[in-house]
Nanobody, 121 residues
Framework: QVQLVESGGGLVQPGGSLRLSCAASGRIASINGMGWDRQGPGKEGELVATIANGGSTNYADSVKRRFTISRDNAKNTVYLQMNSLEPEDTAIYYC???????????????WGKGTLVTVSS
């Protein structure tokens, strides 16, 4: 089976930085797009950033110029560098990836269980 495990969340003061990581494991044949979503308290889910296998990226307007998504294909890992954090960034952050396994002839989306980011003084 495939697992995505996030790490790097925690408590940070406004203006601070955090780096989230998400490692995919299992019988992975290939990974297409990867990305991060978040859900804040009392808010709807938001697509934060995505990165294609070739490296092209997209960001939500709310995080442009503050967050950077990257990936290490050799490690099946996606990262989210978050700078200039604001209280409004407080949320559970989930990674996702479109993965084809060795026992399947097609790709499907997988999700991690999330990591909590709290921005507060």
């Amino acid at each position: 089976q495939v697992q995505l495990v996030e790490s790097g969340g925690g408590l940070v003061q406004p203006g601070g930085s955090l780096r989230l990581s998400c490692a995919a494991s299992g019988r992975i044949a290939s990974i297409n797009g990867m990305g991060w979503d978040r859900q804040g308290p009392g808010k709807e889910g938001e697509l934060v950033a995505t990165i294609a296998n070739g490296g092209s990226t997209n960001y939500a307007d709310s995080v442009k110029r503050r967050f950077t998504i990257s990936r290490d294909n050799a490690k099946n890992t996606v990262y989210l560098q978050m700078n200039s954090l604001e209280p409004e960034d407080t949320a559970i952050y989930y990674c996702h990836a479109n993965i084809r396994t060795y026992y399947s002839g097609y790709s499907m989306d997988y999700w991690g269980k999330g990591t909590l980011v709290t921005v507060s003084s």
